[in-house]
């Protein structure tokens, strides 16, 4: 009986079929695991037939439905393991086999793939090139050392023909796997000892053979990363049926480099855009560490409860549910971590209360004092100046810098303000009551006190914590090389929090790495949606100059982005009904299609005209909702951290996207004006880059002046 094998290539595109294609791709896999090799062979059934002129003659095709093909790599060494690497229409299918070789790694016996075709092709114009060029890219490292990192022949030559980190990002595609991390760790100024440790050491099995062999079923063995082994008719079925779990967890090579490079010599930064990995990242840093030691625990978390939700349930599905492992882990929000600390340390300690009783309190301190300021306004100054600097007295409060407020205060406004900040303060001790923020700040000063709880801190969705809940990150864990490890997206920054992490302790200088390649959405979404923040400037993660977009990119290609005005809401709600109506015709199962909007009166409108059209529906709320089915509604805030094959964005209108409540007026502060208006642009395209495939984007009355001009 023949055992199968599937690549992380077909996962990727897999998920993406329609509901047709995937039923054969099942039916097919089934009969095929059901037949013996020689079966397979003469049956005409699966119609297992060899790719004409392909570069690799282990090649075959199999049948899925009348116009789709499996693309097959059979072994020819008398090994029963086939392996399944692609499904695409009847002649992109033999086209795709005929250009691609796969090949056992020389340095790590992993299998790898790469465009034989196209290298052969573009290598040559290259070379051309390079002979008038002053310095090529790899001019410094030998031959021998480039094949004792496992580069072949191929790919030698292709290396030789560049001249910059540009060149090879060209290429990049065409490459097999772990020879393109090894050239991408050597051009950012890798020496060779350090990729052969970072990159082979890790890549390759601890058993793997001492010489490289060609045997399919051994070579697959050695690919655990990007090749999952079926071994039974369940499993099969279990595979086929949650193939986007699997996708989640794939590490890239480019990340690869990143999460498992053996140790960093302190903190390190992680950034790039939507879709890029930073969360997959993360988790297989997570995991990395794990390894390094027996009993060192580690915090991993986050923002938001529904992202800490998230996290849990893919870690889990990354360590394949080893208990032992995931009890060293604790996978939770920063304030619920300073809230455990805090009331482990008192058991009478005051009560969070949320942003709507904050404002009312603020409300009431300016009424009850008379002061010359708004409630929002000195709910801004407590939140930016006075707990972003931990500012403990009127004295410290005096001499602080206030950089990126828009608004001058003299001494005499200062201890106006200072009067609002204690009987805020006030207030809530009267209520026995206090802010999320300020647990923070006592959170830090208990464990400044006794030793860091954790060995390592892994920080997802870092762009929108407060300096108060740096610092008990800071204090978490006592400064070592790999103490924190952060990733984030400054372009998805929707709390307006601003943060200089130098000044908090944690300097990521020399260990800052930006992933530029999404995997998520179609080159076409992406491009849309980065023309929402091109006008724009966009603080870096670190506080410290400005972050791009620049080089950002999708290897994936699809349809344009819908993007259609209305004269009614009713008439846009309609117009929903009938998108999401045609996207389930066209074989996307519910739960594969987001709606969201900036409030959830729209959400309210959107969910009783779907229901009425018998379309189930399923609010999202901050909490998982995974194996329940339905239509995904949630507000564009909620939809951080989720994704879906087909997002309609509603309610992209004036007034709403930006919310004019939301935003300060520019007489009263003009900075704050600007950070409001950035990050309301942050939460639509937040919103829109949630999309994989397919994005609507709908308004009613007058377009949201963040929508880019059409075409």
């Not at 890219?137 to 540009?166: H, I, M, N, P």
């Not at 930073?278 to 580690?298: F, N, Y």
């Not at 998230?310 to 599905?317: K, N, Q």
């Not at 407020?405 to 900040?421: F, K, Q």
Request: glycine share 8%; hydrophobic share 40%; proline share 5%.
């Amino acid at each position: 009986m023949p055992r199968l094998a599937f690549t992380q290539s077909f996962w990727d595109g897999y998920d993406t079929l329609q509901k047709p294609v995937r039923a054969g791709v099942r039916k097919a896999m089934a009969k095929f695991q059901a037949m013996s090799v020689a079966e397979l062979n003469a049956d005409k059934g699966v119609h297992l037939e060899s790719v004409h002129n392909a570069r690799d003659p282990r090649m075959r095709t199999i049948r899925i439905t009348d116009f789709w093909r499996g693309v097959v790599l059979a072994p020819d060494d008398g090994s029963d393991v086939f392996l399944l690497v692609n499904v695409a229409r009847h002649d992109d299918a033999y086209t795709w086999a005929a250009k691609r070789l796969y090949s056992a790694n020389s340095a790590t016996r992993a299998l790898e793939v790469r465009d034989a075709v196209a290298l052969d092709e573009l290598t040559p114009l290259y070379e051309t090139a390079a002979r008038t060029a002053p310095r090529l890219l790899f001019a410094d490292v030998s031959d021998g050392t480039l094949r004792e990192l496992g580069v072949d022949d191929q790919v030698l030559r292709a290396a030789r023909s560049l001249v910059d980190k540009a060149q090879l990002e060209a290429f990049a595609t065409l490459l097999p796997e772990d020879q393109l991390e090894v050239l991408q760790y050597l051009a950012e100024g890798f020496g060779p000892e350090e990729v052969y440790r970072d990159v082979v050491v890790v890549r390759r099995p601890a058993d793997a053979p001492a010489e490289p062999v060609e045997n399919l079923a051994t070579v697959i063995a050695n690919t655990p990363a990007r090749i999952r082994l079926v071994t039974g008719p369940q499993e099969l079925e279990e595979a086929l049926e949650k193939p986007f779990a699997a996708w989640r967890v794939f590490l890239h090579p480019s990340q690869r480099r990143v999460a498992y490079r053996a140790s960093h010599g302190g903190p390190v930064q992680v950034t790039g855009g939507p879709g890029t990995g930073k969360t997959v990242v993360a988790l297989h840093r997570v995991k990395h560490l794990l390894g390094r030691s027996e009993d060192g625990r580690i915090l991993l978390t986050t923002y938001t409860n529904a992202l800490a939700t998230g996290l849990r349930d893919m870690l889990g599905l990354l360590l394949d549910g080893d208990e032992t492992l995931l009890q060293r882990v604790d996978v939770t929000t920063v304030d619920a971590f300073a809230n455990s600390v805090v009331r482990a340390g008192s058991a009478a300690a005051p009560k969070p209360v949320g942003d709507r009783e904050q404002r009312l309190l603020w409300e009431k301190a300016v009424k009850q004092l008379a002061l010359p300021f708004t409630a929002q306004f000195l709910a801004q100054e407590y939140r930016h100046v006075v707990l972003g600097q931990n500012l403990r007295d009127l004295d410290a409060y005096l001499g602080a810098s206030r950089r990126g407020r828009g608004t001058g205060l003299g001494p005499a406004r200062r201890r106006e303000v200072w009067r609002g900040v204690e009987r805020f303060e006030q207030l809530l001790r009267e209520r026995r009551e206090t802010t999320h923020l300020r647990v923070c700040v006592g959170a830090a000063e208990l464990l400044r006190d006794r030793a860091a709880p954790y060995a390592h801190v892994v920080v997802d969705e870092a762009q929108d914590l407060h300096p108060a809940q740096w610092r008990v990150l800071r204090a978490a864990v006592s400064p070592s090389p790999d103490d924190l490890f952060i990733t984030g997206d400054p372009h998805q920054r929707i709390y307006d929090s601003r943060v200089s992490l130098g000044s908090l302790g944690i300097t990521t200088t020399g260990r800052s790495f930006r992933l530029r390649v999404n995997y998520r959405s179609t080159e076409e979404i992406l491009a849309w949606s980065a023309r929402l923040l091109a006008t724009v400037a966009v603080d870096a993660l670190d506080g410290e100059g400005t972050d791009s977009l620049n080089g950002y990119r999708s290897l994936l290609h699809g349809r344009r982005p819908r993007v259609r005005g209305h004269a009614t809401r009713q008439e846009e709600t309609e117009a929903l009904v009938e998108r999401v109506r045609a996207l389930l015709d066209g074989g996307l199962a519910p739960h594969e299609i987001g709606v969201c909007a900036r409030f959830h009166l729209s959400l309210d409108a959107a969910e009783n005209k779907l229901k009425a059209a018998r379309i189930p529906v399923l609010r999202v709320r901050g909490q998982g909702t995974q194996g329940a089915e339905g239509v995904r509604l949630a507000t564009m805030h909620a939809m951080k951290g989720l994704e879906f094959r087909a997002v309609s964005v509603l309610g992209a209108s004036e007034g709403t996207v930006p919310f004019a409540r939301e935003i300060t007026p520019r007489e009263a502060d003009p900075l704050q004006h600007e950070a409001d208006l950035l990050r309301e642009r942050c939460l639509l395209f937040v919103a829109c880059t949630r999309a994989r495939e397919a994005l609507s984007v709908t308004w009613s009355g007058t377009a949201s002046p963040f929508l880019p001009p059409a075409d």
